[in-house]
């Protein structure tokens, strides 16, 4: 009894072990980042993005906002430029309706299809699945209608509705990463902070309960729903195949 003890002990310590880029990838690491709205894709992955664009220098963001109108198309403008700065290669703003996008999914399906004209992305960032806002829900469905072959992170947005589930893939943040998230996100979306949610507090908080759910040295962290991760070596085969292209087609 004594050293099953000590042996669980000895395991609190222990880090769960990391997955981290190779070398090849890492060096033109191509993100593509989607959100429904003006402030999803900084709300949901802000620290991630900070985390790869200092980590990866040779990093490249494409950004795709679906509803981007007046003074939020600004906010959308400024907040690209403070998080991805530089490294932003192809900025698209739409102006789709908010709240009505399942209704003009055809519209929307379109800019997707435009979409595989781009480079095909290392890493794609879009809202969770089961978001409760059907424009975040419509986004994550064509996200993986469209990119069937790629890695596909679904991020998580705090809000009235209380549809937070259980990610499976954590991003630690360093306290510089997660203090400049919130920042740079009260800077940029200046039309949002009469909102009650819109405030530091929420986005702390939520960092903070999934860097206790991932033990964050920092204490902080963001979540993600990983639906698909292949491990080991990519075939010859695969890397033949067309870039865009579904394994079944």
């Not at 002990?9 to 709205?37: D, F, Q, W, Y």
């Not at 679906?66 to 939020?72: E, K, L, S, V």
């Not at 991805?84 to 996008?101: H, N, Q, T, V, W």
């Not at 630690?172 to 400049?180: D, S």
Request: hydrophobic share 40%.
């Amino acid at each position: 009894m004594g050293a099953v003890v000590e042996d669980f002990r000895a395991s609190i310590g222990r880090v769960m072990m990391p997955l981290r880029l190779t070398e090849r990838s890492a060096a033109n690491l191509k993100v593509l980042c989607l959100g429904a709205h003006s402030d999803d894709i900084e709300i949901g992955c802000g620290g991630t993005i900070l985390h790869i664009a200092g980590q990866y220098p040779g990093a490249e963001f494409r950004w795709v906002v679906f509803n981007a109108t007046d003074t939020r198309e600004a906010e959308a403008r400024r907040a690209a430029s403070l998080f991805a700065g530089s490294a932003i290669r192809e900025l698209c703003l739409k102006s789709f309706p908010d709240g009505f996008m399942p209704y003009v999914g055809a519209e929307v399906k379109g800019v997707f299809e435009s979409l595989k004209a781009w480079p095909s992305p290392d890493l794609i960032l879009c809202p969770w699945r089961n978001d409760a806002h059907q424009d975040h829900r419509l986004v994550s469905e064509l996200t993986c209608n469209t990119f069937r072959n790629h890695l596909i992170l679904e991020y998580e947005i705090p809000k009235y509705d209380g549809d937070l589930g259980r990610p499976n893939l954590f991003v630690p943040l360093e306290p510089a990463l997660y203090q400049k998230k919130i920042g740079y996100l009260l800077e940029a979306f200046e039309s949002q902070r009469a909102k009650r949610w819109f405030e530091e507090s929420t986005f702390l908080s939520l960092m903070r309960l999934r860097g206790m759910e991932c033990n964050a040295s920092s204490g902080h962290a963001e979540a993600f729903h990983c639906r698909k991760l292949v491990l080991g070596n990519v075939t010859e085969q695969a890397l033949r195949q067309r870039p865009n292209q579904s394994p079944t087609e």
